[in-house]
């Protein structure tokens, strides 16, 4: 069954750096565009970015665009996220999705706390 | 981007009454390719999104068909025939056809 699991968040310092990882399981990776959706604490769902199968094709929101970097390792069947000059308003849940146009697996989500 | 709105914002339910979420977007959703990529999500309480209707009104696997969903263009709508306690949470659409996507607001569904 695809599984998706997200690892690498905490607690970082406003203008730090923190890269997520996200491990896919159950489907054959390379085939399958992937995304970054966050989700900060008690509001909505906001997209960020997604990045082909093979890593050719990206694009990023504007909120993240210059400051967070997409990248996918299909040999490890991962897919990351560098988050760098984080900012309080980047205090997230940030979930890892297959698919971008209709997210159908979705990860549990990995929680960023960026304060001083 | 385009803006996706839902009305309402809250929806109190009762058990086996039926309810109904209305989401709009502010360009039609159509793709170049023919097809319109609006989603629809439920989250319960501390979990992840599960999505539950792709492309308007297809239903995903193991989604109750009480659930679906109808719409064109600009106007798409979510409906929930007999409401069971297992439906609160909040329910998103997400439009998938203009870079960059984007979800509506949510609508907390819960129960009267």
């Known amino acids: 069954q695809v599984q998706l699991v997200e690892s690498g968040g905490g607690l970082v310092k406003p203008g730090g750096s923190l890269r997520l990882s996200c491990a896919a399981s159950?489907?054959?990776?390379?085939?399958?565009?992937m995304t970054w959706i966050r989700q900060a604490p008690g509001k909505g769902l906001e997209w960020l970015s997604y990045i082909s199968g093979s890593g050719s094709d990206i694009y990023y929101a504007d909120s993240v665009r210059g400051r967070f970097t997409i990248s996918r390792d299909n040999g490890k069947n991962s897919l990351y996220l560098q988050m760098n000059s984080l900012r309080a308003e980047d205090t997230a849940v940030y979930f890892c999705a297959r698919y971008p146009r209709w997210p159908d697996y979705w990860g549990q989500g990995a929680r960023v706390t960026v304060s001083s | 981007d385009v803006v996706m709105t839902q009305s309402p914002l809250s929806l109190p339910v009762t058990l086996g009454q039926p309810a109904s979420i209305s989401c709009r977007s502010s360009q039609s959703l159509v793709y170049s390719d023919g097809n319109t990529y609006l989603n629809w999500f439920q989250q319960r309480p501390g979990q992840s999104p599960r999505r539950l209707i792709y492309?308007?009104?297809k239903r995903d696997s193991a989604v109750p068909d009480r659930f679906s969903g109808s719409g064109s263009g600009t106007d798409f709508t979510l409906k929930i025939s007999r409401v069971e306690a297992e439906d609160v949470g909040v329910y998103y659409c997400m439009q998938g056809t203009h870079s960059p996507f984007t979800f509506g607001p949510g609508t907390k569904v819960d129960i009267k």
């Open positions: 492309e308007v009104s």
């Open positions: 159950g489907f054959t990776f390379s085939d399958y565009y």
